[in-house]
């Protein structure tokens, strides 16, 4: 039989862990291939190009962000072919199974949960044409009740839907294959590689369904190891972790971050989910010394209400976390990546705008402003009577209010969390909000944020904003608040747009005639034999480096700032951007300078 199994993807730089595994679990037992398609694709070419292979059967994966397109998928390759065999598995049909296949008759089969163990057995059921699958975890259709025992069924048109009994979490992950047995460079270039070295989490957040599942089982150490070598042996990007809190135990995480400063090739980055209150002092010592960019960490504050935080079963200690991040943040060389979940118990719009201050105050790389979703399976739907919870009964099935936050309020953080992602996720304005933030918003970061949004809603309501039309917008605004301090910020959003990468004209409210440099002084600056060094360029030739840089002079001491963070010094500034050297982990341009009167020494 000729199997295809296959995922519609949110991004086409994201790659499907689940159905690499799946395709392990089979690819010696029957015919099987392995297809990725993204969201962003015509459904029509998507269904051509699977129809026109005469696949017999053909396996999604669906979540929250592909489930509807899909089912429509699913639908029409049915009418095309009523004798394709469809399954269907993933979280967003594992919970409330049989009520979905009777809902959408023209799937055949789904399993509930992990797979790996139960496919090869359903394959093989399927090849032999049985009319009755007794295998734990499968959910099908069938014209006569089956003569086994533990099942669970409805019945519609003469059609009997049957559940088998849950399979068992794989106790022994030794079990499974690796998802990367088979797998190449071409699949993965220039993509995230997804990777897990467990499954479960240690905590029970009710907003997860992780939470549904008790324990954390670990992956053989060496296989990991294996795998990850040859990952990056195999030029992949970035690899990011989905095990729900990466540092669960102390022993194999130490162990494995030992390992990925070894295998570094100086040009992977790894992700990982961790827990910061949890980080001790020798994990801390390791990442200390690792390679600038090689770590990102994902860390979840999701409210620093404490009546929010124990409603959900959460365990966190933002105390703790604060320190951690803090000292993370003074290393200097990992990304750090907090969020926040908007619509929890007990969190109204006060609430929410303090943990916004908590956790904005620590200044991460990025603050991911998320909204509450009532996940199939998750504990926190049961209390929606309770909470008064509102939400789309549809995927990603977020929430819409609940007793202590209203829509209105809701809607707002929307725009906030929009608002943030431009003007702080970016990167794009790295230097000028953080000097906006501490001169004028000091601990109360959402009020900035609010304020650009009013500025916004105003000024430039239902416009399209260009890359320049943010700068503009930011420049204006802080102009507004504070006209004695406009030729500063003006500076320091000047040098925030040369970071982003070369531009061949700087716009005319960035430009200041006064703070203009000679191509002759910018080469005999780079002469230096230190400042070709901090280029990067030792050995080359000044007229040579000047084509990959680009010299820019400012009134104020912007290097000093940065490094001291202390007053904005009416000196002037030399600086270079590397436009043909590495970015930092930000996808931020290299620079380095002094003050202009060097030049002339």
């Excluded at 059609?159 to 068992?168: V, W």
């Excluded at 400063?261 to 989910?273: A, L, P, Q, T, V």
Aim: hydrophobic residues 35%.
């Amino acid at each position: 039989m000729k199997l295809l199994l296959t995922t519609l993807n949110s991004k086409y730089i994201h790659t499907c862990l689940s159905i690499r595994y799946l395709y392990s679990s089979v690819k010696d037992t029957c015919d099987s291939y392995i297809k990725e398609y993204t969201i962003n694709e015509s459904l029509d070419k998507i269904y051509a190009d699977i129809y026109e292979k005469n696949y017999d059967i053909v396996g999604f994966s669906c979540y929250i962000w592909n489930v509807e397109q899909t089912l429509k998928l699913c639908s029409t390759l049915k009418e095309a072919n009523p004798d394709l065999i469809i399954i269907l598995g993933g979280p967003e049909v594992s919970f409330d199974s049989l009520n979905f296949i009777n809902k959408h008759s023209y799937i055949d089969y789904i399993i509930k949960g992990e797979g790996e163990l139960v496919l090869p057995k359903l394959i093989d059921s399927i090849s032999k044409f049985k009319k009755h699958i007794e295998i734990d975890g499968v959910v099908y259709k069938s014209n006569e009740l089956p003569s086994y025992s533990d099942y669970r069924y409805n019945i519609y048109e003469d059609k009997y839907f049957i559940e088998n009994k849950d399979a068992l979490p794989i106790a022994d992950l030794s079990q499974i294959k690796s998802p990367y047995l088979y797998v190449t460079e071409e699949e993965i270039e220039n993509k995230i590689v997804y990777f897990e070295t467990s499954r479960g989490c240690t905590f029970n957040c009710s907003y997860c369904l992780s939470s549904t599942l008790k324990g954390v089982r670990f992956f053989p150490l060496e296989s990991v190891k294996q795998d990850l070598k040859k990952l990056v042996a195999l030029n992949a990007k970035q690899i990011k972790f989905v095990d729900r809190t990466f540092n669960s135990h102390k022993e194999i995480t130490l162990a494995l971050i030992k390992f990925l400063k070894e295998i570094d090739n100086g040009k992977i980055n790894f992700h990982f989910e961790i827990t910061a209150h949890m980080l001790d002092d020798e994990f801390m010592k390791e990442i200390k010394e690792a390679r600038y960019g090689l770590f990102q960490f994902e860390i979840g504050v999701q409210s620093t209400n404490s009546k929010t935080i124990k409603t959900v079963n959460r365990i966190d200690n933002f105390e703790k976390l604060s320190v951690r991040v803090n000292q993370i943040k003074k290393y200097g060389n990992i990304h750090q990546h907090l969020d926040l979940i908007a619509g929890l118990p007990y969190e109204n719009l006060e609430s929410f705008k303090k943990s916004f201050n908590d956790v904005f105050e620590l200044l991460p790389e990025a603050l991911q402003l998320g909204f509450l979703k009532m996940l199939k399976g998750s504990p926190i739907r049961s209390q929606v009577e309770l909470f008064d919870y509102r939400y789309r009964n549809y995927p990603p099935y977020e929430v819409i209010s609940n007793k202590f936050i209203s829509a209105s309020e809701i809607l707002f953080l929307k725009e906030i969390e929009e608002i943030v992602d431009l003007f702080y996720n970016s990167g794009m304005f790295m230097l000028s909000i953080e000097y906006i933030y501490f001169n004028n918003y000091n601990n109360n970061g959402f009020k900035l944020f609010s304020d650009l949004l009013a500025y916004k809603n105003e000024y430039y309501q239902n416009k399209t904003l260009s890359r320049d039309d943010l700068y503009k917008l930011l420049h204006e605004f802080y102009s507004r608040i504070c006209p004695d301090e406009t030729n500063k910020i003006k500076e320091l959003i000047r040098f925030d747009y040369l970071r982003m990468g070369r531009n061949r004209v700087i716009p005319l409210f960035l430009r200041n005639d006064l703070s203009s440099i000679t191509r002759e002084e910018a080469v005999a600056w780079i002469s230096n034999d230190y400042i070709k060094s901090e280029l990067g360029y030792p050995n080359s030739h000044p007229m040579e480096i000047i084509k990959k840089i680009h010299v820019e002079l400012f009134e104020f001491d912007i290097i000093d700032y940065i490094k001291t963070k202390g007053n904005l010094k009416n000196h002037k500034a030399i600086i270079a951007f590397n436009y043909s050297g590495e970015k930092d982990f930000m996808n931020k341009v290299t620079f380095t300078g002094g003050l202009y009167e060097q030049i002339k020494n």
